[in-house]
């Protein structure tokens, strides 16, 4: 680095360390060296950048103005850095993806899968939960969701401009039984139909929530009649195929049942909206190689997939 960036990343060091010893530690060089490029730097300005004490250092007003000019050249030089390194990066190294069970299961799975096969050197870990995860803690590389992009730190609400959110495709939830069920208990023709059916989901959808339905131009909700709550969506297909009731569940983990005939989609005219899904990860100007081709690859994946179909 020349003499007067040199001098900036010094000024704030020193301003983030509040300290000439703790910036010296921290850039590897002697207290001393550290102090004169501080004079050295406010003497070629002509403007004191640092109250000194001894005890403490303070900023000045003008120190405060400059020190947000010298971190963004330290942030600059940071991330030149990595692009380069970037560059000359290898496919190794560990990535973390975060995916709802069912997705994950049916979408994302065989994904990652073929990925590893064209990367073998690449590490993954994919954590299924329905949670969602801070993709700013470090823990998670990347994250698929449905529904709107949200802050968990907000409780859940609000969408979160720290993450890039890359829409992927549009998925479907739907109802459906077994030909067994409606032949001994009858089809119903109208979500207000289902009071009079045994209907399988989890319990925050089907007693306090309620399955969205489109009636008369506008998304109204009906709670239904349960006799058995699950938290699962693999779960709430084992138990619709098992003639038990009518469940509600997304489109993309039915494609086989409903091809076979082993499930009957039903309310196709009052079916809701599609709903987005999501490939989020926290926002960086360098994303490392292997995020990056993964992002890509998955982007890929889903060009030509509008919708998840439901056949």
Known sequence: MNEPLEKMAIFAAIAEHGSFTGAAQALGRSKSHVSASLSRLEEELGLQLMHRTTRSLSLTEAGKVYL???????????????????????MVGHISISASPSFGETHVYPLLSAFKELYPQVTINLDQSDGLVDLKSGDFDLAFRGGRVVNPDRGGHGLDPDLVAIPLVKGHMIV?????????????????????????????????????????GEIKRRTVPCDFTVQRNSLIKIRTLQSHGIGWMPSYILDRELRAGELVLLLTDYQSPPFDIYLTYAYQKV??????RLVDFIKAHFADMDTIEIR
């Open 287 to 292: 994303l490392p190689l292997r995020q990056r």
């Open 176 to 216: 459906v039984a077994t030909p067994d069920y409606l032949a001994a208990e009858g089809t119903p023709h109208h979500p207000d139909d289902l009071r009079h059916h045994n209907c399988i989901g989890t319990d925050f959808e089907v007693n306090n929530l309620g399955w969205p339905f489109l009636i008369d």
């Open 68 to 90: 947000k000019h010298c971190q963004e050249l330290v942030r600059s030089a940071a991330e030149g850095r990595q692009a380069i390194r970037s560059l000359q990066e290898e």
